[in-house]
C-alpha cells in the first residue's frame, strides 16, 4: 500500500496498515461504536442530519489532504492519518539524543508516554462538547462550517490519540480510550482532565477566543510532541497541526472579523472614543473594551494549561526523549540543556519578578513564553485592523501574573499591567479587566442566528476569502438536508 | 526588450495567520519567516503547489507578473500584498494564467484577438492555477469516450470524460488543462502539451463527481488529437493545469451572457450553460449561444442541445454546408439579431465570449460593429471598455 494515500478498505481509513495489523484494527473497531454514540450524544447539537462542505483528508500527501465536499458529519470519515515516515530521524534531544528514532515504546517510558498522551487526548473531545450548542447561533453558514470543521477534526484527534493508545499500550491503552469518551467536559463526576476544558463556550465570541488562545496552547503542546523521539507520536502530532492551522484561522479571523465590524460601525455613527460603550453597544456590536476583556479572560486561562512555573515531570520528558520545545530543531544549542538556566517570572518577597531556573525544570515556561510571543503577534495583527480603521483604541495582552488560578501567582491578586493589588481592591476593580455577567447578557443578545447563504450577523463581517475560493453566497451548510 | 517577466508566488499578509504549515510543506524551503511576515523566494520556488492546499485561509495563494520579482526584504516589510503593477507586457495582459511559460505563450496567442489585456469578470470564482505541470501531473482515467458528430460526417468530435479519482482538481467553467501526447516526436524531444477547454461546470460532468468533459477534434496529423480520440475506457491519462484565469464564466446572476463559437469551441458554452442550469436556474441574466457548423450533423452537441429550453439558452445554429441552403457564419445571425444584440450590448451586465476558429475573429468584430454602428454605438470603444471591466473574452486558436 502506498503510505501516502488512506486506505478505505477497512472500516477505519487510514495510512498505518491497519488490514495487516489485525488486533489493533478488532480494538480500534471495538471502540468505534462507543465513538459513534458519544459524537451523537455530544457532538454538534442539532445539525447531525445537515450536508456540510468539509475538507477531509484523503491523503498526506500535500495535495491530497484538503478534499472538499457535502458531508453529514456522523459520515465523516474519521481516520488514523501520519505524517510519513522519515527512516533517517534521530532522537533530537535528551539524554538519548543521537539514537534512531524509537518506533516502539522504550519500556522504561510506557507510563509517562502514556500519560502524555492521554493528557493529549482528553482536550481533543472536550472542546466538541464545550462547542456543541454553538451551531443554532451561528452567525453565518460559513461560520457554521468553520465550527463544524474544528469539531470534525477535534474528532479525528481523539482518534489519533486513540490509535497510539491501542496500538502501543496493551490493556492500559484500551482502557484509557474507554476513558476517554467517558469523562464530559464540566462534568462534576468526571470532568475532562484540564480546567480551561471544563468552562462554558457560551457565545461564538468565546469561542473564537478560545480557538486563538486554548487551541494554540494545543498547537504548543503538539508541536513539542510532534519532537518526540517516539517516532509514531512525533508522525501523528506533525498531520495533527495541520489540521490545527485551521482551527487558529477561525479563532484569528473571526476574533478580527468581530472588531473590523465594530470598528465600522463605529466609524459610520461617527463615535470617536471607544469608551463609549452603551453608544457602540446601541449599534449592535461587540465595544473594544469588552473585546478586552474577554481577551483577559481566555488568555489567563490558557496560560493556567502550561503547568507549574517550575516542573520536574517537565525536565523528565525532555530528558527521555519524549517531548521537545517548540521548533527543537531549529534551535542551536546542545538540545540538552544539562547546565542551561532559564529566567522565569515568579513571585518572590511580594515582588514579581524573574528568577533563573535550572532550564531543564523551567520548559514549561520556555514553551509558554514561546506562546505569549505567538499570541502577541496575533494580537497585533488585530491592532493593525483596528488601526486601519481609523479607530484609537489598542488591545494588549495581560501580565502573565493577572487571573491566574495554576502555580506561582494563584494566591495573588495581580492587574493586567502586572500591579498587586489587595483582595478588597481587587473586587473593586475585577469588572474592569474581565466579563461581568451583564457583558455576557449583552453578548449573549447578539448570538442571533443567521443563515441566508452570504448573510452575516450585524456583529461580525464577512470574510476577505471563501473556504477552498467558494464565492461569498456559497451555502456552506445544508441545513435541512 | 525588457528582462522577461516573471510571475512571483506571493503570500497576503492580510490573510496569512503565520501557521507556518506552507513554510512546513514545502519540499524545498522556499518559505522562510521573520516576526512580521511569512514569504515565498523567487529564486528557490518552483511552483510545485504544494503548499497551496494544506494552507487554511487561501493566502498562499496570490500572485503578481513581475519584471523584477520582490525581495524577501520586501515582502518582510508589507502588511498587505502590492497591486498588480502595470509591466511591460505583450497584449495578454498581466492575470496570472498559467505557470509554465509554455502554456502562458499558448494562452497568450488565443487571447491575441482581444487586442488589449485579458479581465477576469468581476463576479467569477477566484481560479486555481497550475496546480499540476508537467514534472509533477495528475493521473486521470478515461470513464468516457463517446463520438459527438454524426456517423457521416466528415469530422470526428469526441466527449472524453476524465476522472479524477482522490485527486483535488479544481475546474472553473472556461478553464482548460493540458494533455501531452506519450512518447517523443521524429526529433527524440517529448511531445508538446495541447489545451483543451473544459466542457462540464465545476462540480463535475455529473453533480458532485471529480471528473470533467473534454470536447476533442480528431485533427489528420494530430498527435495529441488522435491519442485522446483513441482512448478506451480505464485508460490512463497525465493532465496539468487547469489553466486560464480570465476566460471565466461570471457568478453574478444578472449577467447577460452572449457566447459565440464554432465546433469544439463549444466547450467552454457548455459548461457556462451547465452551470447556469444547476447553480441559477431562474437567473435573470440571459444566455445568447450563436453556434457555426458546417451542417447539424457536424456540431457537436446537436441532440443535448435540442433540450436545453430556450428559457435558459436562446440558440442560434449558423449552417454553412447544408445542400440547398444558403451558406450562414455566426457574423450572419448576429447582424440578424440587431436589436436584441444592441440592447444587450447596451446593458452594463453583459458579457461576450468567442471561442473556435482564429478565422472567425474578422467576421464576428465587423457583425459586432454594424450593430454598433445601427445603435449609434462606437464598437470599438465599447469593445475596449468591455474587455477592459472583464466583459469581453476570446480564446481562439
Not at chain 2, 449609434?376 to 474587455?387: C, E, H, N, V
Request: with cysteine; aromatic share 8%.
Amino acid at each position: 500500500m502506498n503510505i501516502m494515500n488512506v486506505d478505505y478498505s477497512t472500516k477505519i481509513p487510514n495510512n498505518v496498515n491497519l488490514t495487516e495489523d489485525r488486533q489493533v484494527l478488532k480494538a480500534l473497531e471495538g471502540w468505534h461504536p462507543g465513538y459513534l454514540d458519544w459524537w451523537n450524544d455530544m457532538g454538534p447539537d442539532g445539525f447531525q442530519e445537515s450536508l456540510v462542505y468539509l475538507r477531509t483528508a484523503i491523503s498526506v500527501d500535500p495535495k491530497g489532504w484538503a478534499k472538499f465536499d457535502y458531508v453529514k458529519m456522523p459520515d465523516y470519515r474519521w481516520g488514523v492519518l501520519l505524517a510519513p515516515q522519515d527512516t533517517e530521524r534521530k532522537v533530537n534531544f535528551g539524554q538519548h539524543m543521537g539514537e534512531p528514532a524509537w518506533q516502539e515504546v522504550p519500556g522504561e517510558y510506557r507510563a509517562m508516554l502514556r500519560r502524555l498522551v492521554v493528557i493529549q487526548g482528553d482536550t481533543e473531545p472536550a472542546s466538541v462538547e464545550q462547542q456543541r450548542h454553538l451551531g443554532k447561533t451561528a452567525p453565518s453558514l460559513y461560520d457554521m462550517r468553520n465550527l463544524f470543521q474544528v469539531n470534525v477534526e477535534e474528532g479525528r484527534h481523539l482518534w489519533a490519540m486513540v490509535y497510539l493508545l491501542q496500538k502501543y499500550f496493551g490493556r492500559d491503552g484500551r482502557e484509557e480510550a474507554d476513558d476517554l469518551l467517558r469523562r464530559r467536559s464540566g462534568d462534576a463526576d468526571a470532568p475532562r482532565m484540564l480546567g480551561a476544558f471544563n468552562e462554558a463556550t457560551p457565545d461564538w465570541l468565546s469561542f473564537f477566543m478560545f480557538t486563538f488562545f486554548t487551541d494554540r496552547d494545543g498547537k504548543m503542546q503538539l508541536e513539542s510532541l510532534a519532537q518526540s523521539g517516539f517516532d509514531p507520536l512525533s508522525r501523528t502530532c506533525r498531520f495533527m497541526l495541520t489540521e490545527e492551522a485551521h482551527h487558529m484561522f477561525v479563532g484569528e479571523t473571526g476574533v478580527g472579523r468581530v472588531l473590523q465590524r465594530t470598528c465600522e460601525a463605529m466609524k459610520a455613527a461617527g463615535i470617536e472614543d471607544p469608551n463609549e460603550i452603551a453608544k457602540v453597544r446601541a449599534l449592535g456590536v461587540i465595544d473594544l473594551p469588552t473585546m478586552q476583556k474577554k481577551m483577559n479572560l481566555h488568555y489567563s486561562l490558557s496560560l493556567d494549561l502550561f503547568g507549574s512555573e517550575v516542573s520536574t515531570n517537565a525536565a523528565n520528558f525532555y530528558n527521555s526523549g519524549l517531548k521537545g520545545r517548540f521548533q527543537e530543531t531549529k534551535i542551536e544549542d546542545d538540545h540538552r540543556l544539562t547546565n542551561d538556566i532559564y529566567q522565569v517570572l515568579k513571585f518572590v518577597d511580594g515582588e514579581i519578578k524573574l528568577v533563573d531556573e535550572p532550564a531543564l525544570t523551567a520548559l514549561n515556561m520556555r514553551l509558554r513564553d514561546d506562546y505569549t510571543a505567538d499570541c502577541a503577534r496575533g494580537v497585533e495583527r488585530w491592532n493593525k485592523i483596528i488601526e486601519k480603521a481609523g479607530v484609537n483604541f489598542r488591545l494588549e495582552l495581560p501580565h502573565t501574573a493577572f487571573h491566574r488560578d495554576i502555580g506561582e501567582f494563584k494566591d495573588i491578586n495581580a492587574t493586567p499591567k502586572g500591579v498587586i493589588v489587595s483582595d478588597a481592591d481587587w473586587a473593586r476593580v475585577k469588572g474592569d479587566y474581565l466579563p461581568s455577567a451583564d457583558d455576557g447578557d449583552f453578548i449573549s443578545s447578539l448570538m442571533q442566528p443567521v443563515s441566508e447563504p452570504g448573510k452575516f450577523a450585524n456583529w461580525i463581517a464577512a470574510p476577505k476569502v471563501g473556504i477552498d475560493n467558494k464565492p461569498g453566497d456559497f451555502e456552506y451548510v445544508k441545513i435541512a438536508a | 526588450m525588457n528582462a522577461p517577466l516573471k510571475k512571483q508566488h506571493l503570500i497576503d499578509p492580510e490573510i496569512c495567520i503565520r501557521c507556518n504549515t506552507c513554510e512546513e510543506t514545502c519540499p524545498i524551503d522556499a518559505i522562510t519567516h521573520d516576526d512580521n511576515n511569512y514569504v515565498v523566494n523567487a529564486e528557490i520556488c518552483n511552483y510545485c503547489m504544494d503548499c497551496i492546499s494544506p494552507c487554511p485561509t487561501g493566502a498562499i495563494d496570490n500572485w503578481r507578473v513581475v519584471a523584477k520579482p520582490y525581495s524577501l526584504e520586501d515582502q518582510f516589510s508589507w502588511s498587505d500584498l502590492p497591486a498588480q503593477e502595470e509591466v511591460e507586457s505583450s497584449d495578454s495582459g498581466v492575470a496570472v494564467e498559467a505557470l509554465e511559460d509554455e502554456i502562458g505563450a499558448l494562452l497568450e496567442e488565443a487571447r491575441k484577438g482581444l487586442g488589449g489585456k485579458a479581465v477576469a469578470p468581476h463576479s467569477a470564482s477566484k481560479p486555481t492555477v497550475n496546480l499540476y505541470n508537467r514534472g509533477k501531473s495528475a493521473k486521470a482515467t478515461v470513464t468516457g469516450n463517446f463520438r459527438l458528430t454524426h456517423t457521416d460526417a466528415d469530422s470526428d468530435v469526441r466527449h472524453i470524460i476524465l476522472d479524477f479519482g482522490d485527486q483535488p482538481f479544481p475546474v472553473l467553467e472556461g478553464q482548460s488543462i493540458g494533455i501531452v501526447a506519450p512518447g517523443v516526436d521524429s526529433e527524440g524531444k517529448p511531445h508538446l502539451v495541447r489545451l483543451y477547454s473544459v466542457a462540464s461546470s465545476r462540480d463535475g460532468e455529473r453533480p458532485n463527481t471529480n471528473n470533467l468533459a473534454l470536447t476533442v477534434k480528431r485533427e489528420p496529423q494530430g498527435v495529441c488529437s488522435n491519442y485522446l480520440c483513441d482512448l478506451p475506457r480505464g485508460a490512463k491519462v497525465d493532465v496539468t493545469g487547469p489553466f486560464g484565469a480570465t476566460f471565466l464564466h461570471p457568478n453574478d446572476p444578472a449577467a447577460n451572457i452572449i457566447m459565440i463559437c464554432t465546433g469544439t469551441g463549444s466547450a467552454p458554452f457548455r459548461a457556462f450553460t451547465e452551470r447556469r442550469r444547476r447553480a441559477m436556474p431562474d437567473a435573470a441574466g440571459r444566455l445568447l449561444l450563436f453556434f457555426g457548423a458546417r451542417r447539424p450533423e457536424e456540431l457537436p452537441y446537436f441532440g443535448p442541445l435540442q433540450k436545453v429550453p430556450e428559457k435558459l439558452l436562446g440558440k442560434h445554429f449558423c449552417y454553412s454546408r447544408v445542400p440547398g441552403q444558403p451558406r450562414v457564419y455566426v457574423q450572419d445571425r448576429i447582424r440578424g439579431e440587431a436589436a436584441q444584440i444592441a440592447t444587450l450590448l447596451g446593458n452594463a451586465n453583459t458579457h461576450v465570449y468567442i471561442c473556435g476558429l482564429k478565422g472567425m475573429e474578422t467576421g464576428v468584430d465587423e457583425a459586432f460593429a454594424d450593430v454598433c454602428r445601427g445603435a449609434s454605438t462606437d464598437w470599438a470603444a465599447l469593445k475596449a471598455a468591455m474587455r477592459d471591466s472583464g466583459r469581453y473574452h476570446v480564446e481562439t486558436y
